[in-house]
């Protein structure tokens, strides 16, 4: 995982500013990789003004494709001249996330790149954002970027799941640390390993009296730090950089995170669509609008992606 030959950008043409483009740069840089700057743009109006013929409807939107076809390559510029091999792609969609993934299949890419903010939580319930659909159903790494720099000061952060006892869970823990270690050629920063474990439910202590909360929550705690130390010390990591705290996942990395100053949290997630991602949600989804730095999810390595390459 240590080479990022080919990273798919996905370019905001809403935003002058591109962080996902200044963080992909440094990553290719670093490792003589290629960059794809992916556009994906529609407008309903284009398609939809009943008042302009057909002929007139696809001169309108061919002059906007080669508006933003043009500004792809004036980003593309200042990169080749530094020696990257930069290519630019432009399509016209009116899903973008399918359109990102697709074109990160065909062309093969290791991992896509975008830029990301707070998502208002209704507006996420009725129209899932594109971030939110990329972490559900890409089959490649996506790194969510936030406007901060990458600093060696703060700390790589790893969210595992030390209390499931299966095979695909294992090896995506895994895979989460193998991706942090791929990741500090960048961000020379330590590695820290995460798991929240739930608290004694109130209602098991309310309705059995003699249960003891305090020993079984104790019991729960050894389990999982026994587990994470076991997990860290294959990896080189001492007890120090294993955490083990009392919580939801979504309510203890985003906690972790701010208090380590990290840059970045990886996570995984098992791509869960349709109904229950609406109700209940990923935990991914959950942290990402809590936390002030980047986020890169990584899906089991069976996941199948829904998107067809087309």
């Not at 003589?32 to 309108?60: H, K, V």
């Not at 593309?76 to 969609?93: F, Q, S």
Request: with cysteine; glycine share 4%; aromatic share 6%.
């Amino acid at each position: 995982m240590s080479n990022y030959q080919h990273i798919l950008v996905v370019i905001d043409p809403s935003k002058e500013e591109q962080g996902a483009l200044n963080r992909a740069q440094l990553m290719a840089q670093r490792c003589n990789g290629q960059l794809t700057l992916f556009m994906s743009i529609f407008d309903f109006s284009y398609e939809m003004t009943s008042m302009l013929s057909a002929e007139d409807r696809e001169t309108l939107r061919d002059g906007i494709i080669d508006q933003r076809q043009r500004w792809l390559e004036q980003l593309a510029a200042p990169l080749r001249e530094k020696g990257l091999n930069v290519l630019t792609k432009l399509c016209w969609h009116n899903r973008p996330f399918e359109s990102i993934i697709q074109h990160a299949l065909t062309a093969k890419c290791d991992m896509i790149v975008k830029s990301t903010h707070v998502h208002a939580k209704l507006k996420s319930v009725i129209f899932t954002p594109t971030d939110w659909s990329l972490m559900r159903k890409a089959p490649m790494p996506v790194l969510l970027v936030k406007e901060h720099d990458w600093s060696s000061q703060g700390a790589i952060l790893v969210a595992v799941n030390v209390a499931a006892e299966d095979e695909d869970h294992r090896s995506l823990n895994d895979k989460l640390i193998k991706r942090a270690q791929s990741l500090v050629q960048f961000n020379d920063a330590p590695i820290h390993l995460v798991n929240g474990y739930p608290g004694t439910p109130v209602n098991i202590a309310i309705e059995l009296p003699d249960f003891d909360a305090h020993a079984y929550n104790n019991s729960l705690r050894t389990h999982h730090e026994e587990r994470i130390y076991e997990l860290g010390a294959h990896y080189q990591l001492g007890k120090d950089r294993c955490h083990v705290l009392e919580g939801m996942p979504e309510d203890v990395i985003p906690d972790l995170a701010k208090e380590m100053n990290a840059s970045i949290v990886i996570i995984g997630t098992i791509g869960r669509s349709g109904l229950s991602a609406a109700l209940i949600g990923n935990t991914a989804e959950h942290v990402i609008d809590q936390i002030d730095c980047d986020l890169l999810t990584e899906k089991p390595a069976s996941f199948v992606s829904p998107v067809a390459n087309n």
